[in-house]
C-alpha cells in the first residue's frame, strides 16, 4: 500500500511527487495519457525540416510566466532553465470587423512576461529526470475510488486489464470537473460535492492554439511586434512565439472562432489561418516551415460538454467544500484549485505546495 497515490501527471502532480519524494514519502504518480505534462506540451521541429541552432520547442498549452510569480521562477532556477522576456518591441497589427489592417496601434500587451527556453516542456522533461521511473506509470486510468478501512482502493484501466491500487491517500492532481464526469466513488458522494466538481471550469479546455513557424521572424523588420487582434478571426489573438535567438521566427495565435464554428476539416482551418497570418503580416506569412493546431476542446482527457460551452476563459477558484473528504483521504491539486493563481501554471505549483503542506500537518498531528 501506497502513502500517497497522485492522479495526473501534470506540472502540479510532477511537483507534488518530486516533493513527497524528496521527504521520503512511499508514493506512486500515475496518468490516463501516455506522456507527462497534462496540459503543457511543446513541439519540435518536424523531420525533413531544417533544424534550427539550439533546441527550441513551440508551446501548445501554456506559453508564459510572470517575474511575480514566485514558484514557477524558483522552480525553473532550480532545474537550470531560462526564462526570456516575451519580445514586444514595434507595433500591433490590428484587423477590424470589415478585414481592413492598422499596423500603427502602439500596444504591447504581453509585455513584462516571459517565456521558457526549450518550451514549457522543458520543465516537464527536466522534473521527470528528478523522479524515480519505477514510481511514474502511465496509461492508467482511473475508473473508481472505493472507501477502504486503511485508505482507498483505486481501480484503473491499463492496456494490460484492470488493477487496483491500495494507498492511504489519493491526491487527484487533475481538472475537478473531469473528476466529476469519468470517475466513480463508493461510497457516492454527496450531490452538493459532485456539483461543486462539476461547476469549476477546466483551464484551457475551450481553447484551441495555431503556431506557424517560419525561418526568421520577418514581421520585426517591418517594425512589427508579431502581436495581433483581429475582430474577424479565425485567430482573435496573435504573438511572437520565436525562439529567443532568433534562430526561427514563430507566430502563434488563439481561435476566436467557437467551438461549433470549429468543426471542420483541420486542413480547412490551417488554410484559413495561414490566410489570416497573410493578411496581417504580409506575403512572408503565407509560407511557414511548419505549422501546428491544438484543439483543447478535442482533448477528452481535459475537455469535457460543458467546458465546450464555455464562452469566456473562465475564473477558477478553491474547492474549500472538499478539503476534507473522506476524513482527509482524497486531496485535490490542480490548477483549478490554486487561491492566488487560479488556472496558470504558478497556480498548479501552489496547489502543489498546499497538498503538500497538508500531508505534513496531518503526518505530525497522527
Known amino acids: 500500500m501506497y502513502e500517497v497515490l497522485i492522479v495526473g501527471a501534470g506540472i502540479s502532480g510532477m511537483r507534488l511527487a518530486q516533493l513527497l519524494q524528496q521527504r521520503g514519502t512511499h508514493y506512486c504518480l500515475i496518468d490516463a495519457r501516455f506522456r507527462l505534462g497534462g496540459r503543457i506540451v511543446s513541439q519540435s521541429m518536424a523531420e525533413g525540416v531544417q533544424p534550427e541552432s539550439g533546441h527550441h520547442r513551440y508551446d501548445l498549452g501554456p506559453s508564459w510566466v510572470w517575474p ?37 496601434i502602439n500596444a504591447a500587451p504581453m509585455s513584462g512576461s516571459l517565456r521558457v527556453q526549450g518550451g514549457q516542456q522543458s ?45 492511504q491517500r489519493i491526491v487527484l492532481a487533475v481538472p475537478p470537473r473531469l473528476v466529476a464526469k469519468s470517475i466513480s466513488f463508493f461510497p457516492k458522494l454527496k450531490p452538493e460535492q459532485t456539483q461543486v466538481m462539476g461547476d469549476i471550469p477546466t483551464w484551457m479546455a475551450g481553447q484551441s492554439k495555431f503556431t506557424a513557424v517560419y525561418s526568421k521572424p520577418f514581421w520585426r523588420d517591418h517594425g512589427l511586434s508579431g502581436d495581433g487582434v483581429s475582430r474577424i478571426g479565425p485567430l482573435s489573438e496573435i504573438h511572437d512565439a520565436s525562439p529567443e535567438n532568433e534562430s526561427r521566427g514563430a507566430l502563434f495565435g488563439f481561435f476566436g472562432w467557437p467551438v461549433q464554428q470549429r468543426q471542420v476539416p483541420e486542413k480547412k482551418l490551417i488554410e484559413q489561418a495561414i490566410t489570416q497570418l497573410r493578411q496581417m503580416f504580409g506575403p512572408e506569412a503565407a509560407h511557414p516551415l511548419q505549422v501546428s493546431l491544438q484543439d483543447w476542446a478535442a482533448d477528452p482527457l481535459t475537455a469535457t460538454a460543458a467546458d465546450v460551452e464555455q464562452k469566456v476563459q473562465p475564473q477558477c477558484g478553491s474547492l474549500t467544500e472538499l ?28 496547489a502543489a505546495e498546499k497538498v503538500f503542506n497538508d500531508l505534513i500537518a496531518y503526518d505530525v498531528n497522527h
Request: charged share 20%; with cysteine; hydrophobic share 35%.
Open 68 to 104: 511575480n510569480q514566485p514558484r514557477i521562477n524558483q522552480l525553473a532556477r532550480q532545474l537550470g532553465i531560462k526564462l526570456y522576456p516575451q519580445y514586444d518591441q514595434g507595433t500591433l497589427v490590428y484587423q477590424d470587423q470589415f478585414g481592413s489592417i492598422d499596423t500603427t
Open 123 to 167: 520543465i516537464i522533461d527536466r522534473l521527470s529526470t528528478k523522479l524515480e521511473a519505477e514510481r511514474v506509470w502511465l496509461n492508467h486510468t482511473v475508473r473508481s475510488i472505493t472507501q477502504a478501512e486503511a485508505g482507498v482502493s483505486v481501480k484503473c484501466a491499463t492496456s494490460c486489464g484492470t488493477k487496483i491500487i491500495l494507498a
Open 323 to 350: 478539503d476534507h473528504l473522506w476524513q482527509g483521504r482524497i486531496m485535490f491539486s490542480s490548477a483549478e484549485t490554486a487561491k492566488g493563481f487560479s488556472g496558470l501554471v504558478e497556480g498548479a505549483l501552489e
